[in-house]
Antibody, heavy 121, light 106 residues
Framework: QVQLMESGGGVVHPGRSLRLTCAAS????????MNWVRQSPGQGLEWVAF????????DYVDSVKGRFTISRDNSRNTLYLEMNSLRVDDTAVYYC??????????????WGQGTKVGVSP | DIQMTQSPSTLSASVGDRLTITCRAS??????LAWYQQKPGKAPKLLIY???NLQSGVPSRFSGSGSGTEFTLTINSLQPDDFATYYC????????FGQGTKVEIK
């Protein structure tokens, strides 16, 4: 079945780095744009990063620009989020989410189960 | 940035009730609006897209309406499985979510 599975979360000190991974299965990963979305008690749900189906276009929420990098390996059906210079307010559950294939459905139709990231002094 | 505001924040209801949740956008988003359901410890699940289109597999007791800046999610005949938190989300310009409406048992 269609599935996304995140890994790589953990607890780190401010200023450190983490790399999140999202493994996709059950669909043609290389045909879909992908996103990272995070959820924290204080900020609710927040879109973080976008990557087009072929990796040629990327975009980020302002608060992570210059610190986070989204990438993908279509040969491995895998999405990544490299997070550098982590801050306390990056603490959240991070979800990878597939963007729908049609113009009407250019939002998040499939989500992973999430991976927790904690940034603590 | 487009801000999304939901009301109410919490809603107490009983099985069989008809519920309406409202979402307001800070500017015109046409009908580029989605609704999600989230249960504790789980990822959000897409219910409605393009304001009124039911996602595949979602029960027909869920419906959405609205355009421009005012939108509603209606649940007819609330079922035990429907107690959850509901989020609206605009995708007219990037993606932003409302703060959520928790539907709890009265």
């Amino acid at each position: 079945q269609v599935q996304l599975m995140e890994s790589g979360g953990g607890v780190v000190h401010p200023g450190r780095s983490l790399r999140l991974t999202c493994a996709a299965s059950g669909f043609a990963f290389s045909n879909y744009a992908m996103n990272w979305v995070r959820q924290s008690p204080g900020q609710g749900l927040e879109w973080v990063a976008f990557i087009s189906y072929d990796g040629s276009t990327k975009d980020y929420v302002d608060s992570v620009k210059g610190r986070f990098t989204i990438s993908r390996d279509n040969s491995r059906n895998t999405l990544y989020l490299e997070m550098n210079s982590l801050r306390v307010d990056d603490t959240a559950v991070y979800y990878c989410a597939r963007e729908g294939h049609t113009t009407e459905l250019q939002t998040f139709d499939i989500w992973g189960q999430g991976t927790k990231v904690g940034v603590s002094p | 940035d487009i801000q999304m505001t939901q009301s109410p924040s919490t809603l107490s209801a009983s099985v069989g009730d008809r519920l309406t949740i409202t979402c307001r956008a800070s500017q015109n988003i046409n009908d580029w609006l989605a609704w999600y359901q989230q249960k504790p410890g789980k990822a959000p699940k897409l219910l409605i897209y393009r304001a009124s289109n039911l996602q595949s597999g979602v029960p027909s007791r869920f419906s959405g309406s609205g355009s421009g800046t005012e939108f509603t999610l209606t649940i007819n005949s609330l079922q035990p499985d429907d107690f959850a938190t509901y989020y609206c989300q605009q995708y007219n310009f990037y993606w932003t979510f409302g703060q959520g409406t928790k539907v709890e048992i009265k």
